[in-house]
T-cell receptor, first 104, second 116 residues
Framework: QQPVQSPQAVILREGEDAVINCSSS?????VHWYRQKHGEAPVFLMI?????EQKGHEKISASFNEKKQQSSLYLTASQLSYSGTYFC?????FGTGTSLTVIP | GAVVSQHPSRVICKSGTSVKIECRSL??????MFWYRQFPKQSLMLMAT?????????EQGVEKDKFLINHASLTLSTLTVTSAHPEDSSFYIC????????????FGPGTRLTVL
């Protein structure tokens, strides 16, 4: 039931862009995205409720392809504060996670 | 709004003892609460879902006799790790949902359990 994310890890320089993909073997009715810093609880980023929906949050946006059971998170012009582990969530089941590190 | 507290934040115990972790929704009533476990560098794994006044629903592979969950009120759920062993050492995180619509949930800060 766990969504699979790719890549597992990515290192960026400040200002670079990244895409994190989430794929589910089960139907996706909605997708949540969270970011977690080490030793802390996950922080909610956004929710996508229907197929094709794209939402934005500052320089972080996401898309949702219900038919393909996939979602992608887009981070543009990355900042140091973007570092952390990103999770997609389908019906309370967390994805495998993507560790993102932004370096100066 | 939508604040969830968890207590204790850290606990160290001896092998064989039991540990209780509390999860409280401070400013809303939680119809459903969730318990997750997270090992280092891994994802959050859902352990169980609990609804107020009813028995928890455990995920496959989670021992219900070892991880006792009580959801006595709309603002409080407890997880008791019974006869703890070193392999139970982990980060336990609860979340609470005012409504399962949109799969909305709010997370507590987590409890770091270390079993010696």
């Amino acid at each position: 039931q766990q969504p699979v994310q790719s890549p597992q890890a990515v290192i960026l320089r400040e200002g670079e862009d990244a895409v994190i993909n989430c794929s589910s073997s089960k139907a996706l009715y909605s997708v949540h995205w969270y970011r977690q810093k080490h030793g802390e609880a996950p922080v909610f980023l956004m929710i996508l409720l229907k197929g094709g929906e794209q939402k934005g949050h500052e320089k972080i946006s996401a898309s949702f392809n219900e038919k393909k059971q996939q979602s992608s998170l887009y981070l543009t012009a990355s900042q140091l504060s973007y570092s952390g582990t990103y999770f997609c969530v389908n019906q309370f089941y967390f994805g495998t996670g993507t560790s993102l590190t932004v370096i100066p | 709004g939508a604040v969830v507290s968890q207590h204790p934040s850290r606990v160290i115990c001896k092998s064989g003892t039991s540990v209780k972790i509390e999860c409280r929704s401070l400013d809303f009533q939680a119809t459903t609460m969730f318990w997750y476990r997270q090992f280092p560098k891994q994802s959050l794994m859902l352990m169980a879902t609990s609804n107020e006044g009813s028995k928890a629903t455990y995920e496959q592979g989670v021992e219900k006799d070892k991880f006792l969950i009580n959801h006595a009120s709309l603002t409080l759920s407890t997880l008791t790790v019974t006869s703890a062993h070193p392999e139970d050492s982990s980060f336990y995180i609860c979340s609470a949902s005012p409504s399962v619509a949109y799969n909305e949930q709010f997370f507590g800060p987590g409890t770091r359990l270390t079993v010696l």
